[in-house]
């Protein structure tokens, strides 16, 4: 299914998380149509490399290295961006990982939680002024989420053997996050998030133990099951920038078609307790970084 993007020339967008799999291809096709695109990733090479396919298709393109799993990192990527780059027409949290091995941040998290949630929470809260006229933040979340707990109170799940009961909590609170955000945003910036498909070629499969990991590769053979890489990012690059869904806020969406969440995903007490908890852990004022009056739909 062709999704056609407008010109796209002197915008800018930064992706996390976009030297493989669906942020590299949603950054070509923005690049394709003009656009600036900051490329983000912790390989060098891959960037270099991801850098290289965003200016053949057309565009321009930096590559920004940072490790998310540190909230220096994160903050010194979000201040590169801002001495060194033009105003963000998207923020797109497109970074993240799986794991079932009990690892803690560098900043004594929970690994998870701590790249998939904490670090698009302060890289917002840094950029947030960053942001041009009708800016967008978007996230990449997951049906995972329909099956996860958020605990404000404890958002910080070390993974262990329960390690996709922690991605699932983490994808539920991308959703409870981009709720939450939506309501503090004044009238014409937006946030969302989506869930881009089941994608056996994306690279999830590398944080997952054997013999899982086979189960999960072998679903690209399931007739129906399996969507590619390129699904995913056409719909991350359409939710970036197309003009049909300027204006939507607050939503959530299965590839590009909007979709209800869980009902976890849509209480409101719980969100605002966990953009709380969250500040409070990242060590920001939880007011930021607008203090709109929008409501979510």
């Known amino acids: 299914m062709a999704l056609d993007l407008p010109d796209l020339s002197g915008r800018n967008y930064l992706l996390t ?62 201040g590169t961006v801002r001495e060194e780059h033009g105003r963000l ?17 560098e900043d004594g998290y929970g690994l998870t939680v701590a790249v998939n949630h904490l670090a698009p929470f302060l890289l917002t809260r840094e950029l947030a002024g960053h942001l041009a006229e009708a800016g967008r933040v978007l996230t990449t979340s997951s049906e995972a989420h329909r099956s996860g707990h958020v605990d404000p109170e404890r958002p910080v799940r070390v993974e262990g053997l329960s390690g996709w009961s922690a991605y699932a909590d983490s994808k539920l609170a991308n959703v409870l996050f981009t709720r939450e955000l939506a309501r503090r945003l004044p009238e014409g910036y937006t946030a969302n998030c989506f869930h881009p498909g089941v994608i056996p070629g994306s690279g999830f499969s590398r944080g997952v133990p054997f013999p899982l990991n086979l189960g999960w590769t072998a679903i690209r053979f399931v007739p129906g099951m399996a969507d590619t890489v390129a699904d995913g990012g056409r719909a991350l690059a ?16 299965d590839g590009t078609r909007r979709r209800r ?29 607008f203090e709109g009056t929008t409501a979510v739909e």
């Open 261 to 289: 969440p869980a009902r976890s995903a849509r209480d409101d007490r719980t969100a605002r307790r966990l953009w709380e908890r969250s500040a409070d852990l990242v060590g920001v004022d939880p007011a930021f970084p």
């Open 238 to 253: 359409y939710l970036a920038a197309s003009p049909e869904v300027a204006g939507v806020s607050g939503a959530y969406f």
């Open 17 to 78: 998380g976009s030297t493989s799999g669906i942020g590299r291809d949603a950054a070509r096709r923005l690049g394709a149509r003009g656009a600036t695109v900051l490329v983000h990733g912790r390989d060098a090479e891959a960037g270099r490399a991801a850098v290289g396919e965003v200016t053949a298709a057309g565009g321009n393109a930096a590559f920004l290295r940072a490790d998310l799993a540190s909230l220096d990192a994160v903050r010194d990527l979000a």
């Open 89 to 105: 027409d998207a923020l797109c949290h497109n970074a993240g990982l799986f794991t079932t091995r009990r690892r803690e941040s």
